[in-house]
Nanobody
Framework: QVQLVESGGGSVQAGGSLRLSCAASGRTLSNYAMGWFRQAPGKEREFVAAITRGGGTYYGDSVKGRFTITRDNAKNTVYLPMNNLTPEDTAVYYC?????????????????WGQGTQVTVSS
């Protein structure tokens, strides 16, 4: 069992930055691929970014060049620095972990999820 706890969300003006963190407990994070997803009110959950066990990274088209996913296996933590935020980035952001993932953009492939952290970007 893996427990995931997100932090770092908050309110920021357009053009600002935030850094989300996802701390894992219960298992060694290095054995898992990690992903970030987000869900805005009235919308489906959307893939944001993922990082494989080997360090390969993938990004949703809407965040490429603005968000970066990194992992610190020694700290059992995954990070998502977010720059140049826009109101369209407003959503609850979720961290997820999976052992055997073939398509990191699909939320159904992840085994464990955090409770989410709210990000609100005002214009």
């Amino acid at each position: 069992q893996v427990q995931l706890v997100e932090s770092g969300g908050g309110s920021v003006q357009a053009g600002g930055s935030l850094r989300l963190s996802c701390a894992a407990s219960g298992r060694t994070l290095s054995n898992y691929a990690m992903g970030w997803f987000r869900q805005a009110p009235g919308k489906e959950r959307e893939f944001v970014a993922a990082i494989t066990r080997g360090g390969g990274t993938y990004y949703g088209d809407s965040v490429k060049g603005r968000f970066t996913i990194t992992r610190d296996n020694a700290k059992n933590t995954v990070y998502l620095p977010m720059n140049n935020l826009t109101p369209e980035d407003t959503a609850v952001y979720y961290c997820a972990a999976g052992r055997s993932i073939y398509d990191s953009t699909r939320d159904s492939e992840y085994d464990y999820w955090g409770q989410g952290t709210q990000v609100t970007v005002s214009s």
